[in-house]
């Protein structure tokens, strides 16, 4: 059975589970004389999202970590005016070197003013949002956001983000964190410190009665609803100037590298030079397409799925791989230096994010590794024709087509 076939009954299994009684084509895990159907319990709707989890390729084999997490798993934190919920080393275990943040803020919502001790790189998914900012300087940043613009405070920097109105009345985005054990419970909130500060050292701190002090709120706001906010020129008060390398950048506006398959976007600290710890690639996958076979000379990779679906299967050495299913939403991981690739599985154009804990972006082609060895090498190697060897590219091409 092709693969394609299989995940057409897995498909239609999950929808009749959904829709009433079970039907005869339950999830098989059977292929080729090896495996059986399912007796006891099963989670159809689950094994529909996963068929290469129920039916793995022939080719996987040995034991690899998790390399998924759903944000649908992730508990969601309800506030007045927004949500937050967050897939950290907590949801995803081998996640050690970045965490990930997806917030909703409604239109004038505000995620607090606050500061942490990790950077934080954030991709703006729907809508428009205000967020600003000062250096140790005392120099000020401000701006308003859209869709595919992206922001980078570095660590121990003080921020606010509030959503603006607009079509999608406020805004919704990904923070990712430059280290796995971020907590989005744990970050320092301006009311959290004024509630458990003295009132007479707080009076003494600002030079004022402590009368002033009455109505500051006894716990943290975290996201609560603020003021319409003014025009962005007349809002921010100056002083010191501006910080000298802006934290926000338009992502979208960088003119992609096209191939045939796709499109990449990329962006590290040579297009922007504040993300000083988070390189970037906004992917494209056209149907049938795939992001070449590469790995990374320079760290771990955390994904974001932003539409359609795909596979991935990672290699890991020692004959280890295993395929992985994600689909928008999800969060997929490449621990350090593993070979992989990610194939569009679906009728929509698959997007993703690559984020790494690096300055910057960086990969390696295996097509392009066997273009530029000694053929006769490489066909020792590979036992492929010598003529199929000479045609091999040797210009990079990320996304390949179907
Ligand atoms: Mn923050
Ligand atoms: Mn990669």
Known sequence: ??????????????????????????????????????????????????????????????????????????????????????????????????????????????????????????????????????????????????????????????????????????????????????????TFLLTDWLAHTPRSVLAKNFGIPEAALAHIPETELYIFPGPTPGPLAGDVPGGNGQVPRTFSH??????????????????????FPASATIAAALVEVEPGGMRELHWHPNGDEWQYYLAGQGRMTVFGSESKARTFDYRAGDVGYVPYAMGHYIENTGPETLTFLELFRSPRYADLSLTQWMALTPHALVQAHTRIDRAVIDGLPAAKHPVVPG
């Not at 009749?16 to 090896?34: N, Q, Y």
């Open 1 to 186: 059975m092709t693969d394609l076939s299989r995940r057409g009954l897995i498909a239609a299994a999950a929808g009749g589970a959904l829709a009433g009684p079970a039907r005869a084509e339950a999830p098989s895990a059977e292929r080729g004389g090896r495996g059986a159907d399912i007796l006891g319990p099963r989670d159809a709707a689950r094994a529909a999202e996963a068929p290469n989890t129920l039916d793995p390729p022939a080719t996987d084999h040995g034991t690899m970590p998790n390399l998924k997490w759903s944000f649908s798993d992730s508990h969601m934190r309800l506030e007045p005016g927004g949500w937050a919920r967050q897939t950290t080393v907590r949801e995803l275990p081998v996640s050690t070197a970045m965490a990930g943040v997806n917030m909703r803020l409604k239109a004038n919502a505000v995620r607090e003013m606050h500061w942490h001790k990790e950077a934080e790189w954030a991709y703006m998914i729907k809508g428009r949002a205000r967020i600003t900012a000062i250096d140790a300087e005392g120099r000020t940043f401000a701006d308003d956001v859209g869709e595919g613009d992206l922001w980078y405070f570095p660590g121990g920097i003080p921020h606010s983000i509030q959503g603006l109105q607009g079509p999608e009345d406020g805004c919704e985005f990904l923070l990712v964190f430059d280290d796995g054990g971020f907590s989005e419970d744990s």
């Open 250 to 271: 338009r992502m979208l506006a960088q003119a992609p590298v096209a191939t045939r398959g796709g499109r990449v976007r990329i962006t590290d600290s040579s297009v």
